[in-house]
């Protein structure tokens, strides 16, 4: 353990300097790196965390410089922050034993923040393990990529997990097996081989603002837990439901974002839905009521923002037992895309009429969510109603000119977005998206030509020749 102060005094070793002249008949003194009371340096004071773990007392703050560390760290001391000095981006921990957990915590009131934690690989391992017994820890801002299981909580209570990610894990993301009181917020799990948020014989835990999209099978599942109460949730793009509920009963639903094919399948006795009462919504709508979902084509027939017709919404008879009484209603969002074209003179012109395909990412992502086709009028202008409002990147290409992407649009509710993608930058002539000596060669037969059947993506100022205009 930590030397006391006293042993600290006597007990460490001193580097003695003598500087080439007495200060007031003292010679100067430089002592060896020490901890400050209470917080412990990686790898000034300990070389690895596990060596920082093994020498805290109850209540020290360890913090560890940026880095990649190649361990598997145990930790058994009770009231403990481990936390990183500059966040998930700076500071990876990478399991040396891949059949063993990243982080397993076997103590409670254990704060961990601020880490990438990879490659628990092992069956049933984790980035993160809180373990039986565990409570009162806070697990937040952490990165879990690369394992069999990103944050598993097995028969712990009273835990907060809040704004982790958990993606492209073998199974779960977020795992809870007989586990309650625990609140889970601002988490993000997605790509995972399975399903983004899992809740096994788990009870009275709360799940709030958490997102779960594109896993495998499911966004949320719950299996045999009851009373636990999920808000404003998107799970989305998933392969196969948005939540699943399998002998789950008295859970409360409400609030939360649905978008899949399948949306829910519940065999229970759930709510999915809290009064009427003053919002805002999931969707910007003005009331809280029941959920948005994607495939929900009932009616808003006196404009109170939820659906009128077609209740219960069951889910096209995935929910057994009841169902949404009050479906959100969300209004839609317009997007306006200007587009100026190179060489072709000025607008309005037909010539500006052109068709382009139009993609949206999710924000800051590769992560393709939809792709249609829009054509300009003769100003360069074209438009796409009927959107999801949200923060996207969008891209536009055409066969002629190289693709275009703006980052960050927002859409927002029941209004136009505009959005300038600027000039085209012309000479793709093969629409692969790169301008090279394949595009040349379209052009080298038939130059100064006519433009001839086949190849008018090769005239790039639709002036009916092929020439460099």
Known sequence: MKQNLVGKIFGIALVFVMVGAMLGGLPVLVREAEASAGTIWVPDNYTTIQAAVNNATSGDTIIVRDGTYHENVDVNTANLTIKSQNGTANCVVSATNSSDYVFNVAASWVNITGFTVEN??????????????????????????NNYLGIFMNSSSNNTLDNNTCSNNSAYGIYLTYSSNNTLTNNTA??????????????????????????????????????????????????????????SSNNTIYNNYFNNTNNAYDNGNNTWNTTNTTGPNIVGGPYLGGNYWSDYTGNDTNGDGFGNTKLPY????????????????????????????AGRGAAPNDKWIESFVVKCFAAGTSNLLWTTNATTNDTGVFTITGLTPGTYDIG??????????????????????????GTTREGDSNNDDWITGADRSILYTDWGKTVPPGTWHADFNRDGWLTGA
């Open 120 to 145: 628990a690989t092992g069956t049933n391992k984790a980035g993160i393990y809180l373990a039986n017994g565990v409570n009162h820890c806070n697990i937040s801002s952490n990165n879990a990529t």
């Open 314 to 341: 069951n889910c096209t008879g995935g929910i057994t037992h009841g169902g949404d009484y009050l479906p959100l209603i969300m209004e839609l969002a317009t997007l306006e895309g200007h587009v100026t074209f």
């Open 190 to 247: 997605n790509s995972n081989t399975y399903c983004g948020i899992s809740l096994d014989s788990s009870s009275n835990n709360t799940l709030t603002n958490n997102t779960a999209w594109n896993n495998t099978d499911y966004g949320i599942h719950l299996y045999y837990s009851s009373n636990n109460t999920l808000t404003n949730n998107t799970a989305n793009l998933n392969s196969q439901h948005g939540i699943y509920l399998y002998y």
């Open 396 to 421: 536009i290409k055409n066969w002629t000119c190289l693709s275009e992407k703006v980052a960050g649009v927002m859409l927002s509710t029941s209004n136009t977005t505009v959005v300038d993608f």
